[in-house]
């Protein structure tokens, strides 16, 4: 494997290390870190909420500011990829695999089981339940995504500096700190946050599919099949990864959004289509009203909305930026020879309104079915749910094969784009990481998730990405200040000479027309 780093070996050891303690002692590891997550959002819930209040306020200055006009690359570059596989691309890394599942159990949750404020079963608890839906999965966790990756695209492709997390701090501490120990660590943080993450995600991704094939053709719902759905899902992933992003990666999310959207219109012709036009207007009315008071909203005075926030809001919070490292440095891959302002609105705006229409629709036709007591959905456990909601609708099971494929594309997208980003992050940054490095990197990951799975520590490998988020939230901090002090300066130093040049011409206009209104004497 060729130009690994420090970074790829401290990332190996401690993996491993996690592995064996999730292997022998799968309780005593979701104990710790179920305490310590638990602490996590007791003392720093507070601390959650505003910063990301303060990198989407971040977010949008850059986009209406002078800095919109600063190109991601070099002035004459154009864009890698069409705005159409671009959007697909940040969409698959991004979101994935998790919104076919949580457009349908989150509703149903937020209505039946634990509403944030309502009683249960309401009309207000069910606008609610649309409501935070939307603002769990709108702007707030594309502007933690939009940060990082804008800074490691301006300092990768516009100032030429490596693609590691630790270079984007270069401005701050200087480059013989950063490529020092204190750079191996930040870069190491980066990478154990993506393993972990997409690890998690992968042995979560293989009990959903499990779920959804016993649920559809009654196949046996065990470990076998779990280990199997992995199995196959490696090999492809690890050939997508093969053929690089510009082909595996950028066909598949193509493919994967046009079949979201065939499925998505398919469930919004033949289900309840006026309710769900009604209720998308009502609820993107809701949360853009009170928008400022649900991102600050933390419950001093009453213990059970604060279980509840620190339950939902601030976990996701945190689960968002526990993902930034791998989804903002992919996003960043793709985003090569946009303008801020246009990487901004595309990241900030675009994701967030897909995420409000599948929310729309799927959530909005699973509350209609609990809502007339034709089921109780909500009985279903977490990876049946979508496809117990498609089965009361014509063309049910049609959708439901629809969404099996769909599923099983967010899966591969998901882990094609993590073994990219690992690779990046282990070999100096290097955009075009060797198939060899991929692979490990792969194989790691699902290795990782197939002996969490079976010795049951997949709680605690999710706890672990939590955690992670914390000093990785100081990091993003130093981040955007980092930005923040090269761009500006970038900015001041032509002004500057802007502001002297146009002096110089007032200066020399003046003394023309002195000049000239001298009339001499005889």
Known sequence: ?????????????????????????????????????????????????????????FCVFLMLSRFGKIKLGKPNEKPEFNLPTWFAMLFSAG?????????????????????????????????????????????????????????????????????????????????????GLPGKLIDTLAVFATVVGVASTLGFGSAQINGGLSFLFDTPKNFTMQLIILAVSTFLFIFSAWSGVGKGIKYLSNANMGLGFVLLLLLFIVGPTMYILNMFTATLGNYITNFFEMSFRISPLNEEGRTWIDNWTIFYWAWWISWAPFVGVFIARIS??????????????????????????????????????????????????TFAVLQHYPLGAIMSFVTIFVIGIFFITSADSATFVLGMLTTNGDIHPSN????????????MAAIIVYFGGTQGLQNMLIIAALPFSVVMILMGASFYKAANKEIVKPKKMEDKERKREEKEKKKMKKDKNHVPVN
């Not at 994701?351 to 909500?378: H, K, R, W």
Request: glycine share 8%.
């Open 95 to 179: 979101m994935g695999m998790g919104l076919v599942f949580w457009t349908t159990a989150e509703p149903i949750s937020h209505a039946y089981k634990s509403s944030p404020s309502a009683e249960m079963g309401s009309n207000q608890a069910i606008r609610d339940a649309m409501q935070y839906s939307f603002f769990h999965w709108g702007v707030h966790p594309w502007a933690v995504y939009g940060v990082v990756a804008l800074v490691l695209a301006y300092f990768k492709f516009h100032k030429g500096y490596p693609g590691l997390i630790s270079a984007t701090l270069v401005p701050l501490f200087g480059e013989k700190s950063m490529a």
């Open 336 to 385: 090569r020879g946009r303008t801020i302002k246009e990487f901004m609105l595309g990241v900030l705006f675009v994701p967030a309104l897909v995420c409000f229409i599948f929310f729309a629709v799927f959530g909005v036709s699973a509350l209609n079915i609990e809502q007339n007591a034709i089921d109780m959905i909500s009985q279903y456990s977490l990876e049946t749910t």
């Open 436 to 447: 060899s490095v991929k692979i490990v990197w792969g194989l790691a990951m699902s290795a």
């Open 1 to 57: 494997m060729k130009n690994v780093t420090l970074v790829f070996w401290f990332a190996i050891v401690i993996c491993t290390i996690l592995v064996v303690w999730g292997a022998i002692a799968p309780d005593h590891l979701q104990t710790v870190t179920a305490d310590l997550t638990g602490d996590i959002s007791d003392y720093f819930g507070w601390y959650y909420l505003i910063l990301v209040m303060v990198l989407l306020a």
